[in-house]
Every structure is written in structure tokens, then in C-alpha cells.
């Protein structure tokens, strides 16, 4: 408890020191892109860092939001393997693989998240890729490849990003095609059989077409074994590819076509159980990362998800002061789930399940750029299905779950700034929601567990029906303007202020798993389904660079009043009145109220020619004000917040040195990490068995950098500490032999990566 107090302290006097090392005034720029880190290595003046967080190319000290940009050449020195890793140097954030998956993404920022993937629910965190919205978290855990940055917005995006971004949004930006040949090439190797490869390049046709390539393998054993199966628990197996054609007919017009597609084939994902089996006494097995679970497969398929999509980008610029943008986008997915709750060698509580999601998109904008007012103006179109269907094979029955979830939506946004005075500025903007949602849910108890009809037993005998409704039934929409306004005061050329006001808002919907009959819920309120939920935000930053670019430091305070909160759970019900449960129901509470308070500081110095400090520390005070519990009464007090530590913290050194190595100049970079996380809860009810408490992570790299940039070796470990923490878990502890399981991070590895440019 001590040690807990002593390192909490340590990041908030580390923090505060970063912030008073440059006089209290914050901006913040936390990495930089190839030509940035070249100008550095070369000792030149750093280039300034543009970010599209308001949809259009800004310098980031002049954004009044709370962003931080990652570029490629940081997420490459530090051995960054995917969009979960980024997490650790940002405030406020979580970002996980969801239970028993490699690639569907549990996102949180600033308390505002979403763990459960099943249809129907969206994340308050919304995912793009190159602009293009994700409406489904299947597959959203996105390998680095062929990225230029990744771009972090915490707090209300509603205005410019749409009805989801309530918490905030992860930008995941691709490069795009130069005018000249270029080819890359990626080679990974590490711990528990770790091979990566990768390949990208781009091509120019002609001097108005250039296509590009991308093509990425990822593999890695298990980091434990089924034991039931004798297949590895934890492995991975992804195959990645990207293509592009760019078109520039003349300077005015840009057009860009693209297709990606995504293959996740390792094995099925289990988790370890935390407490003896009920009936079998089953032991606790002494490796976290191994399990006893016997289902790996879903109709015959094994576990898998695969993912595609297609986009063309047109970008014209009508004049100086007039640019027209067209996105169009197309995405689908199908993952194969097996998932085993209770992680023991017996069909008690097995759930097959398959998901399918596909999304159509479009959106129109037209930026302006005048002397007096600059922003953009647009509107944007979904339709979206989300498709589920699953068993719980679970004490002598076969529950049958279907849903079916159709979404249109539409909105129409503005937002433009103009200059009050030659230091103060004002961003005003708005958006406005139609939501529409219709659904369709099934469920049907059979005998026996073998499975029902729909999932492999034709021959199931029917028990009872607890749900059936029709798209005809469940019908809601939804409408919301959600506006957005800050003020930003240029106190020097170097340093600013700003204050924000912004509204989100994420539409109602229905429980896919919605049970009628076993939770005796009233038919009317079964088709009124759950509400929107709603957040208001005030933020207050500063942010400022010295030394001519070599302190960035950033800081912001926020209060946010929550309402609504859509709060997704599971419980267990006793479906033959025999007086034991014996399956589950999903029920989606309204929480009423909340409020979350934090604050977030960052900064990054280079210290001397060599040296280079950044760090980060957030405090979030996040509590439930109102939450009617089931007996109606106000639970609030028990009640918190997942995902959401109180405090969380990162600082990085890195040193770098002239190394000559065989001839060949360049650059060794030796770079060591530490990472603090609170304690974390894994539900809304404290859960002392499954909740995480307050760990430590030590990363460390070696990196060679040629003086050309061409050729890049790399050691990189992760976790060197090997800490054992819990990501995510399932409690239902009456049911069967009692499904009381956790997921765990990655334990330690080590990774040795080349990197080529021809």
C-alpha cells in the first residue's frame, strides 16, 4: 500500500515538475514525424506539427482541443505493435482487446467507453480510419503498418466526428504516396516465436498516378496452452493487406482510391478462471495465460475474424478560398467467436457465436479560408446492420440469441473560427442527428446442449420462446443538436489559452440479448428500448512552446456532467422456475447522472542535443451521482466507473549518440519507459476478485538509425517487469461451475526489428 502511495506521488511531483520546468504555460506536441526527427538528429529547429483535429491542417499548439499526435517515426523507435500500445503515454485513455479477442477493441477516454461488442451497442469512442468512421469495434485493433500518425482526441468530438464521439476519438491516419518510388520493408522477431513481416511501396505511374501496396503478416505462439485442446491460448496469426491509387490530374484536384482487408486466424481466445470449480472442484491453474476450455470452433469454423472495406477520396479546390471534400466509404465484417465462460473441459456454459457488421458511408464538405473566418460545413450519411447470433449451451439447455440491428443515420455540421483581435480568436460550431435505429431480437430455449437449429442441431426440440419481436416492433429515433464553442487567447506568440464548451451524444437502441419472459420485463417497455445518453463539457487548457521548440508542454482541466449513461450488463435468471439459475439475460440500464472531473498534463523537452524527457500524468474523478438499481432505489454509492483509473501516469528518457556502425553513420538510441496505472475496475459494481489493482509496466528499446534514414535495427522490450494484470473478465458466479474468469496483458517480450527503406 505504501509503495502504491510513494509511486502515485512520484508521477504527480514528476508531472507538476515537467509543468514548472517551464513556468506553468502548457502546450504540447508528443511526437514527431520522419522529416521532424531528421531536422532534430541534424540539430535543426523542429518543424511544426500539424494535426487535422477540426478536419482541416492546423499547427496543434493553435488547437483549442485536447489532442496528441503520434507520429510513424515515434511509434517505430519505440516498438509500438499496435493501437493498444499507444494507451500507455496517453491521459485518460484505454485501450484493450476485448474479452477473448486479439482484434475487437474495448476504446474508454475520460470515463466514456464500451467493452461489450454485441449488436446494438457502440462505443462512445469513436475509431476512424483515414476519416472514415467505424461503426463496429470487430477487428478495430489496428497492427502499425503503412501509418503516417495516429492523432488522440479526448473529450466531446460530436460537432465535426458525429453522434458516437462523446469521450472522444482515435484517428488512425495512413500515408499517403509520394512522388517518387518507394519501398519499405519490415522484419520482426521476438519472444514465443514472435514473426513479423511487412512490405509497403508506392509507385508513380506517371507524373498524375501513383498506387501503392501494403502487405503485413503477424504471428506469435501462445503465451500459454489449452490444456483441454492442447492448442495455444494467446497466440496470433494476422494477415493485413492495403491498396491505393492516387490521382492528381492537375494541382487543384486530388482523388483516392483505396481497399483494405484484415484476417485474424489465431485460435480462439480463453480465460483464465479465478476460483474452483462449483460442482467439479476444478483447481486454479498456475498460468495466468492457460486454460481447460473446450470450445474452439463455431459451426465447424474455427475462431476468426475477417475484415474489409473500400473508400474514394476526392478533394477540389473550387478557388483560394473554397475546398470541396467527398468521402465514400463501404466496410463489412464476420467474426467467428467461440467463447468458453467457464474455461473447463465440459459443455457448461459455451456461447458459439457469430457476428456480422457492414456500414455504408458518405459525407460532403466544403472548407473556407477567408481573411476573416475559416472552418468547413458538411453533411454526413450511415447505414449501418449489425447481426448477431448465439448459444448458451448451459445446464441441460440450448438458449438461442438473434439480433438483428439496422441504423440510418444523418447529420448536417458547421464549424468556423475568426479572428476577435489580433491575440483572441473564437470556434463556434454545431451538428445536428437523426438517428434512426430498428431491430429485431430472438430468443428460444431448447433442450439439451447440443445446440439449437441456427447453430448446428437441426434436430433441437423447441422448449420455449422468451423473445420474438420485428423490426416492425423495435423503431426509435433519436434527434440532437450538439454544439461546440471555445475561445483561445494568444497570450505570447508561443503560449495561448483556451476555454471550451462542448455537447455529445450517442443515440438509444436495443439489447440484442433482450430476454422478455425470463426477466419479466413489461412488453412496452421492451419496445421503448433504452435511451440516449448525453454528455456537456467545459475544458480549460494552456498550452505553449520555449526554447525555441524544445519544450512543448500541455495541460487541460475538464468537468463533464454525463446523463443517461447506457450501462450494458448480464445477469442470471432461472428460466424453469426450479429455483437455480440456469442461463442470462442482457439488461441495459439508463444510469441517470454522472460527473467526471480530471485533469491532464504533458510535456516533452529536449533537454540537450542528446537528451529527451516526456511524460504524462492524468487525474480522473469520475462518480455516479443517480443510478436506479433494479428495486428502484438509488445505488449510485455503490457504483463506479470501469475502465477508468483515478490515476494514471508515463514518463519516457531518450538518449541518443553518434555510432558509426560498419562504416555507416548514424544515430544509437537508448530509450527507457515507465508506466503507472491506478486501480481499475472491470464493471460498474466493485469486484474485488476480478478488479485490477494499481501496477507498473518498464519498457526499454536499443534503436540504430542510419544518417540517411534508410535502415533502422531495433530491440525492444516490453513489460520487462513481467507484471500480471487483468484487461477484462466475466463473473457470473452462480451459474454452472461458476464463470469467474479474467483476461491478462501481454506478459514480458522482446522484440529485435529491421527496418529498410530502397
Known amino acids: 500500500m505504501r509503495s502504491q502511495k510513494n509511486i502515485n506521488l512520484l508521477f504527480r511531483r514528476t508531472a507538476i515538475a515537467l509543468v514548472a520546468a517551464s513556468g506553468l504555460n502548457v502546450q504540447f506536441a508528443y511526437a514527431q514525424s520522419a522529416d521532424q526527427a531528421k531536422a532534430s538528429a541534424d540539430n535543426s529547429e523542429p518543424k511544426v506539427v500539424t494535426v487535422t483535429a477540426r478536419r482541416r491542417e492546423e ?15 515515434q511509434l517505430s523507435k519505440n516498438g509500438i505493435p499496435d493501437i493498444t500500445s499507444i494507451a500507455q503515454a496517453l491521459p485518460s485513455t484505454t485501450l484493450s482487446a476485448s474479452r477473448g479477442t486479439n482484434s475487437t477493441l474495448t476504446a474508454f477516454m475520460r470515463g466514456v467507453g464500451q467493452q461489450d461488442p454485441v449488436a446494438g451497442f457502440e462505443s462512445g469512442v469513436g475509431i476512424y480510419l483515414d476519416d472514415i468512421y467505424l461503426a463496429r469495434p470487430q ?93 495455444d491460448n494467446y497466440n496470433k496469426d494476422i494477415t493485413a493487406a492495403r491498396l491505393s491509387a492516387e490521382f492528381t490530374p492537375n494541382s487543384d484536384l486530388f482523388i483516392r482510391i483505396a481497399a483494405d482487408t484484415t484476417q485474424d486466424d489465431s485460435n480462439a481466445k480463453h480465460g483464465h478462471r479465478l476460483t474452483v470449480g462449483k460442482i467439479s472442484n476444478a483447481p486454479i491453474l498456475d498460468n495466468v495465460y492457460d486454460s481447460r476450455a473446450n470450445l474452439n470452433s463455431v459451426l465447424g469454423h474455427p475462431q476468426q475474424v475477417t475484415q474489409s472495406g473500400a473508400s474514394a477520396l476526392l478533394e477540389w479546390r473550387l478557388n483560394n478560398e473554397l475546398t470541396f471534400k467527398s468521402i465514400t466509404a463501404s466496410r463489412h465484417d464476420t467474426s467467428y467467436a467461440p467463447i468458453d465462460f467457464d474455461s473447463l473441459n465440459k459443455v457448461d456454459f459455451d456461447v458459439p457465436a457469430i457476428y456480422k457488421n457492414r456500414q455504408t458511408s458518405q459525407e460532403f464538405q466544403l472548407a473556407f479560408n477567408t481573411k476573416a473566418v475559416q472552418g468547413l460545413a458538411g453533411v454526413y450519411y450511415i447505414d449501418a446492420n449489425a447481426y448477431n447470433k448465439f448459444d448458451v449451451r448451459l445446464l441441460g439447455t440450448s438458449t438461442l440469441t438473434e439480433g438483428d440491428v439496422d441504423t440510418k443515420a444523418w447529420a448536417a455540421f458547421a464549424d468556423a473560427s475568426m479572428d476577435l483581435s489580433d491575440t483572441v480568436s473564437l470556434s463556434a460550431g454545431g451538428r445536428y442527428t437523426v438517428d434512426q435505429r430498428q431491430a429485431s431480437i430472438l430468443r428460444q430455449i431448447y433442450l439439451g446442449t447440443a445446440g439449437s437449429p441456427a447453430l448446428g442441431n437441426p434436430g433441437a426440440t423447441l422448449f420455449r420462446t422468451d423473445t420474438n419481436l420485428s423490426k416492425n416492433d423495435l423503431d426509435r429515433t433519436d434527434k440532437k443538436f450538439t454544439p461546440r464553442i471555445s475561445l483561445s487567447w494568444k497570450a505570447t506568440p508561443e503560449q495561448s489559452v483556451y476555454a ?46 520555449f526554447d525555441h521548440g524544445r519544450i512543448f508542454t500541455n495541460a487541460a482541466l475538464f468537468h463533464s456532467d454525463y446523463r443517461d449513461v447506457q450501462i450494458p450488463g ?52 469520475a462518480k455516479y451521482t443517480q443510478f436506479i438499481g433494479a428495486t428502484g432505489a438509488d445505488v449510485s454509492a455503490q457504483r463506479v466507473f470501469q475502465n477508468t483509473p483515478r490515476n494514471s501516469g508515463n514518463i519516457r528518457a531518450t538518449y541518443d549518440f553518434d555510432l558509426p556502425v560498419m562504416g555507416n553513420n548514424g544515430k544509437l538510441s537508448l530509450i527507457a519507459s515507465l508506466t503507472h496505472r491506478g486501480k481499475t475496475y472491470q464493471f460498474e459494481t466493485p469486484n474485488p476478485v476480478l478488479d485490477q489493482e494499481a501496477y ?11 544518417s540517411d534514414n534508410k535502415l533502422r535495427v531495433g530491440l525492444h522490450g516490453k513489460n520487462l517487469n513481467d507484471t500480471r494484470y487483468k484487461v477484462a473478465g466475466y463473473f457470473f458466479p452462480t451459474l454452472g461451475e461458476g464463470s469467474v474468469t479474467a483476461f491478462y496483458g501481454n506478459p514480458r517480450t522482446v522484440t529485435a526489428t529491421l527496418d529498410y527503406r530502397f
Not at 455529445?504 to 425470463?518: A, E, Q, T
Not at 442482457?586 to 472531473?597: L, M, Q
Open 570 to 621: 448480464s445477469i442470471a435468471i432461472d428460466t424453469n422456475g426450479d429455483g437455480k439459475d440456469d442461463s442470462f439475460a442482457g439488461v441495459v440500464t439508463n444510469a441517470g447522472k454522472a460527473k467526471i472531473d480530471g485533469l491532464e498534463l504533458e510535456a516533452v523537452a529536449k533537454l540537450s542535443d542528446s537528451f529527451r524527457l516526456s511524460g504524462m500524468y492524468s487525474y480522473i474523478d
Open 139 to 231: 477487428g478495430a485493433v489496428a497492427d502499425i503498418y503503412d501509418v503516417e500518425r495516429v492523432e488522440v482526441l479526448r473529450g466531446p468530438q460530436g460537432t465535426l466526428y458525429g453522434r458516437n464521439t462523446i469521450g472522444g476519438a482515435v484517428k488512425y491516419i495512413t500515408r499517403k504516396l509520394g512522388p517518387n518510388t518507394d519501398v519499405r520493408l519490415k522484419t520482426s522477431i521476438g519472444s514465443y516465436g514472435q514473426a513479423d513481416g511487412m512490405i509497403t511501396a508506392g509507385i508513380p505511374v506517371s507524373d498524375t498516378v501513383r498506387v501503392g501496396a501494403a502487405l503485413a503478416k503477424f504471428t506469435r505462439n501462445g503465451f500459454g496452452k489449452d490444456l483441454a485442446t492442447g492448442e
Open 59 to 73: 499547427s496543434l499548439k493553435d488547437v483549442p482541443v485536447s489532442v496528441t499526435e503520434i507520429g510513424a517515426d
Open 500 to 545: 471550451s464548451w462542448s455537447e455529445g451524444f450517442k443515440g438509444g437502441g436495443f439489447d440484442p440479448r433482450l430476454n422478455i419472459v425470463g426477466t419479466k420485463l413489461a412488453l412496452d417497455k421492451a419496445k421503448k428500448g433504452f435511451e440516449p445518453e448525453s454528455i456537456k463539457t467545459f475544458e480549460l487548457g494552456l498550452k505553449s512552446e
Open 696 to 706: 507498473r509496466l518498464w519498457d526499454a528499446s536499443i534503436v540504430w538509425t542510419s
